[in-house]
């Protein structure tokens, strides 16, 4: 924890300064990254926030020949860690738990490739790392306002009266309710006056697959006076997000470590800009790593007592995409 209490002073004095940075959290925060945007390399590290980042890749289109396939996803695999997760959301351990599974997938695209032809508000490549093409925001901090937006619930919006079934289905409303109001007691501890001023609203999102359906939700607090002096503590007492961790935070992060087969690293962690004024941040799912065995996508979702093993599993294969809607030219 050496790094992240480092990390967390850095953070605090540049933003203390009005000194504009990028950083990048892992989920069990072992190795946060923290640079100057003066000094962010687009040969080592491209990011792109709201439109804006390190390079342009609005003249970037779609080739013809785009090659992208999942190989084998092990139902089995996931099968293990649902059972074992089922168990201690019987027994009361947890109330509501994001599980993932690493999956095989192979694409004629580079990791940069992906970054400069996915469309998504949030994206960040270390071309020799990962890439992450991600919809779901972490925190705003603007004016001492702090807001977060949790994104739980998914569906394809191809099915009929996609929006209202997925508006409808209790199992998706009870774990929204319960990431919303997760994220409204983390904003509590850093925050005033936290308020949900949007519950459960819905977005689209565009895959090379199609469209999905995604409902999130917009809670509000009031930080302190001198918070830029106090953005690494803000930040790391947020940590890791609800929405990819769970409720109560600390055991389902525990139960989250036991079940899985492998480790998220920097996939399911934060990151973001910090422009002098405003902090902009994103939870990094949508993601896709360079290993030894080839490329992973990592993929997962939130487990509830009334999860079933099928429709749990689908919806995780549904969230393997590319976000790869420009048009060929």
């Given at each position: 924890m050496e790094q992240m209490k480092s990390f967390i002073q850095q953070m605090n004095h540049l933003g203390s300064e009005g000194i504009p940075f990028l950083f990048v959290i892992d989920f069990d925060q072992n190795n946060p990254l923290i640079i100057p945007l003066k000094e962010v390399d687009s040969q080592q590290i491209m990011y792109e926030i709201g439109g804006s980042g390190n390079i342009t890749t609005s003249n970037f289109t779609l080739r013809d020949d785009v090659q992208f396939e999942l190989h084998d996803p092990s139902f089995e695999i996931y099968e293990k860690a649902f059972n074992?997760?089922?168990?201690?959301?019987?027994?009361?351990d947890s109330y509501l738990l994001n599980l993932t599974q690493s999956i095989n997938v192979s694409t004629n695209l580079s990791l940069a490739d992906i970054f400069l032809l996915s469309s998504a508000k949030y994206k960040l490549c270390l071309p020799e790392q990962f890439v992450v093409f991600s919809p779901e925001p972490f925190v705003h901090i603007s004016e001492g306002i702090i807001r977060s937006h949790p994104m739980k619930?998914?569906?394809?919006?191809?099915l009929p009266d996609a929006e209202k079934r997925l508006l409808d289905d209790p199992k998706e409303l009870a774990e929204h309710y319960t990431i919303v109001d997760l994220l409204r007691n983390d904003l509590n501890m850093v925050s005033q006056k936290v308020r949900v001023n949007r519950f459960r609203y819905v977005?689209?999102?565009?895959?090379h697959r199609g469209r999905l359906l995604q409902t999130s939700s917009d809670i509000s607090g009031i930080l302190p006076n001198d918070y830029q002096q106090h953005l690494g503590?803000?930040?790391?007492?947020l940590l890791p997000a609800g929405s990819v961790s769970g409720a109560p935070k600390k055991k389902t992060v525990e139960i989250i470590h036991s079940a899985e087969n492998y480790e998220r690293g920097f996939y399911t962690g934060v990151f973001g800009v910090f422009d002098g004024r405003k902090l902009d941040s994103a939870v990094m799912i949508r993601f896709i790593e360079k290993t030894a065995n080839g490329l992973v996508f990592k993929a997962g979702g939130g487990i509830t007592v009334n999860s079933r093993i099928e429709d749990e599993y689908h919806e995780m294969l549904q969230k393997v995409y590319l976000p790869l809607h420009r048009k060929m030219e």
């Open positions: 074992e997760v089922m168990w201690h959301l019987k027994r009361g619930g998914t569906i394809d919006a191809m977005e689209e999102i565009h895959t503590d803000i930040m790391a007492r």
